[in-house]
């Protein structure tokens, strides 16, 4: 298994996400996606439904391990 994934939206960078002790930690790729930066998560696909709720405009609530 990886330690870090690129998250994409669109086909747009939104970020990365790290494994971090506590999950997987999200360091914002673009501006856009700056209000998730530092974020962790349980999983690299929980960081990517994540990224794209934060695109749609709707609150993102981080859910670490």
Not at 21 to 40: T, W, Y
């Amino acid at each position: 298994m990886s330690d870090t994934y690129i998250i994409e939206v669109s086909s747009q960078a939104a970020g990365i996400v790290v494994r971090d002790p506590g999950g997987f930690r999200f360091f914002a790729a673009s501006h856009k996606f700056n209000g998730m930066d530092g974020q962790i998560f349980r999983n690299a696909r929980e960081a990517e439904r994540a990224a794209f709720q934060f695109a749609q405009g709707t609150p993102v609530a981080a859910t670490a391990a």
